[in-house]
């Protein structure tokens, strides 16, 4: 059974393919928002690549957001298109879910950012519970002047964050612990282990209902 997951949620792309055993496929790449274009010839690749048919997929996993109206909109109706024609589940998950997952366990919050547009930060916060990042809240939008003011106490943070945004961030060093670029990405390998556990713990829907998780003032944030 293997499980193919999509990130399309900001300039930041990705697909993973899993088999609940090992990850068969993961890429990550750039774009310059040619999701339209660039998205489903990267799942074929994937797919020849791993030696699987669109056939083999039993699950896709999609990246809910938050993120770029464009990108999401455009990952959510290619995962929709697919589960629709083979009749797959579609498990989503939080964009900022996925980044959380893949920081080591600390003993100390975590702020997981993207660009959100006109200079602002969606902001999602994370403590530990049971070994786990665990979400506190719904995500925020903020200035990374607001974020650096929100921290008063040591917390990591990851993300995209631009070269200024970790100039201004590391002036805090006592309170600020700053990722590295490595640990910054968003892993597509990560979202398909996520949702291959909610799958199987019996999260899972066809394609009638479900929708990106946009922030307010949304239609601000950039493709």
Do not use: C
Not at 50 to 70: E, F, H, M, N, R
Not at 135 to 164: N, Q, Y
Not at 171 to 183: Q, Y
Not at 185 to 197: K, Q
Request: proline residues 5%; aromatic residues 6%; without cysteine.
């Amino acid at each position: 059974m293997t499980l193919l997951a999509i990130d399309t949620s900001t300039r930041a792309m990705g697909l993973s393919l899993y088999d609940g055993t090992q990850i068969l496929y993961e890429s990550l790449w750039h774009s310059q928002n040619y999701h339209t274009v660039e998205l489903a010839p990267s799942i074929q690749h994937a797919l020849a690549q791993a030696s699987l048919k669109q056939g083999d997929l039993k699950a896709i996993a999609v990246a809910i957001g938050p993120g770029s109206y464009t990108g999401l909109r455009i990952g959510l109706a290619l995962a929709k298109g697919l589960a629709f024609a083979e009749r797959l589940p579609l498990i989503p998950v939080p964009t900022l879910d996925v980044l959380a997952a893949g920081q080591p366990i600390q003993d100390m919050p975590l702020a997981a950012v993207l660009q959100a547009g006109r200079s602002r930060l969606a902001v999602a916060w994370y403590t530990v519970k049971e070994n786990d990042w665990i979400s506190t809240g719904d995500p925020e939008l903020m200035t990374v002047e607001e974020l650096s003011d929100a921290i008063r106490k040591p917390t990591l943070v990851s993300g995209e964050l631009d070269e200024a945004g970790l100039k201004l961030l590391g002036r805090k060093r006592k309170n600020v612990i700053l990722s590295t670029a490595a640990w910054n990405l968003r892993r597509p390998s990560l979202l398909a282990e996520l949702a291959w556990n909610r799958w199987k713990d019996g999260v899972g829907e066809y394609q009638v209902g479900l929708a990106p998780k946009y922030m307010k003032s949304q239609q601000e944030i950039p493709a």
